[in-house]
């Protein structure tokens, strides 16, 4: 079992910057990849970016060279968000696939954290 806890949304400006930290906690489970999704009201969830448990990472297009994951350590992974834009409003979800002894894969999710972008 795999519990994950968002945290860092708030309100900023167009052009601001914000920090999303996502802890997990769990044990009898190995991790293979951490990654933030967000998702704005009447739209689909979206995959922003992935790390993986030897720390490559990947972006959307919509957000690569703005935003910036990271492991922090052996437990959190943060979103640095710079740049920010109106259309970058959303809830921000964690999320981690883990593995058993099996090779049984499930996935988790956190709470999610609301990023506001407005003037």
């Known amino acids: 079992q795999v519990q994950l806890v968002e945290s860092g949304g708030g309100l900023v400006q167009p052009g601001g910057s914000l920090r999303l930290s996502c802890a997990a906690s769990?044990?009898?489970?190995?991790?293979?990849?951490m990654r933030w999704y967000r998702q704005a009201p009447g739209k689909q969830r979206e995959l922003v970016a992935t790390?993986?448990?030897?720390?490559?990472r990947a972006y959307a297009v919509s957000v690569k060279g703005r935003f910036t994951i990271s492991r922090d350590n052996a437990n959190t992974v943060s979103l640095q968000m710079n740049s920010l834009k109106p259309e970058d409003t959303a809830v921000y979800y964690c999320?981690?696939?883990?593995?058993?002894?099996?090779?049984?894969?499930?996935?988790?999710w956190g709470q999610g954290t609301q990023v506001t972008v407005s003037s």
């Open positions: 769990g044990s009898g489970v190995s991790i293979n990849a």
């Open positions: 790390i993986t448990s030897g720390d490559n």
């Open positions: 999320n981690a696939d883990a593995h058993d002894g099996n090779w049984v894969v499930m996935t988790y």
